[in-house]
């Protein structure tokens, strides 16, 4: 699981499970940079991993977003991804190190950390947990335990998720 920016404890959460080589995860994008935009530090969006088998680099690419995590880019790294996704399943796991290195990270610590797995776990606790919700496809958004379904349309999910999110924000408001 990965946090998109401190946030303060009591923010709404938002969940995408998400495969990184998925086209409908690349055109989810656009509502998610909507949605930080919009809220800031005030909805908390967490990218939760959700590779499917269908694509070949997902899990790897899953990996990867854990290392740019851990090199304090996950966003812009997950983004630079789902631009791409068509490049990513041309050109495999050495396009996850090329896009590291684009963004200037360590792309010698994203090629060790793909050999050694060291972010195996965290990709599989968050492929079961999801699983154990009812995620099937991707993108899939929960918020306020609502569990909405963007594999199928992105139509009027962004609406929906600011629907949830604004009512959440009054209500802590009032408390």
């Known amino acids: 699981m990965s946090d998109s920016s401190p946030a303060p404890s009591t923010a709404p959460v938002l969940e995408i499970w998400c495969d990184l080589q998925c086209p ?14 919009r809220y800031g530090d005030r909805l908390e969006v967490r990218l939760r991993h959700f590779p499917l088998e ?3 680099h997902a899990f790897a690419a899953a990996q ?5 995590w ?3 880019r996950g966003w812009p790294y997950a983004e630079a991804l789902l ?3 068509e490049e990513l399943a041309r050109k495999g796991e050495p396009f996850l190190v090329e ?10 610590e994203f090629d060790t950390a793909l050999i050694d797995g060291r972010h195996i776990l965290i990709v599989d606790a968050d492929q079961a947990e999801g699983k154990a919700i009812g995620v099937t496809g991707t993108p899939t958004y929960v918020i306020d335990g609502r569990r909405l ?10 609406e929906r998720i600011e629907e949830i999110a604004d009512r959440l924000l009054a209500g802590q408001e009032q408390g």
């Open 24 to 37: 409908d995860c690349r055109t989810a994008l656009d509502d998610l940079q909507s949605l930080r935009a």
């Open 54 to 56: 269908k694509h070949k």
């Open 64 to 68: 990867a977003a854990e290392e740019a």
């Open 70 to 72: 851990e090199q304090g």
């Open 83 to 85: 631009g791409r996704v």
């Open 99 to 108: 896009v590291a290195s684009e963004l200037g990270l360590d792309a010698e």
């Open 149 to 158: 379904d963007g594999g199928k349309s992105q139509e009027g999910l962004r």
